[in-house]
């Protein structure tokens, strides 16, 4: 962000109401303890890289895994099966 813009945005504070403002910071929190959580744990990801307790340290996911759905099977239930195979 540059100087400019900045400055923009601290005149713009000047003209917003309590509640405006209240939001405002609420979600400046939550912004910068987004930040900090990453910080810690990239920082965390770092000293198990350089103690050695760990080779390499696989990308998170961001996409959420496609949810299987059940299929049904004909005959005894499967620990009945199982069960039954043990005898």
Same mark, same amino acid.
């Given at each position: 962000?540059?100087?400019a813009?900045?400055?923009?945005?601290? =005149?713009? #504070?000047?003209?917003?109401?309590?509640?405006?403002l209240?939001?405002?910071?609420?979600?400046?929190?939550? %912004? &910068? @303890?987004?930040?900090d959580e990453s910080?810690?744990?990239?920082?965390?990801?770092? =000293?198990? #890289?350089?103690?050695?307790?760990?080779?390499?340290?696989k990308p998170?996911?961001?996409?959420?895994q496609? %949810? &299987? @759905?059940?299929?049904?099977i004909?005959g005894?239930?499967?620990?009945?099966?199982?069960?039954?195979?043990?005898?």
């Amino acid at each position: 962000m540059t100087q400019a813009t900045l400055l923009k945005l601290i =005149s713009q #504070l000047e003209v917003l109401e309590i509640e405006e403002l209240q939001k405002l910071s609420q979600a400046i929190k939550v %912004r &910068l @303890s987004t930040v900090d959580e990453s910080d810690k744990l990239a920082g965390f990801y770092s =000293s198990l #890289l350089t103690s050695g307790l760990v080779s390499h340290i696989k990308p998170i996911c961001s996409q959420q895994q496609p %949810r &299987l @759905s059940l299929i049904e099977i004909q005959g005894n239930p499967i620990s009945q099966t199982i069960i039954e195979d043990r005898r």
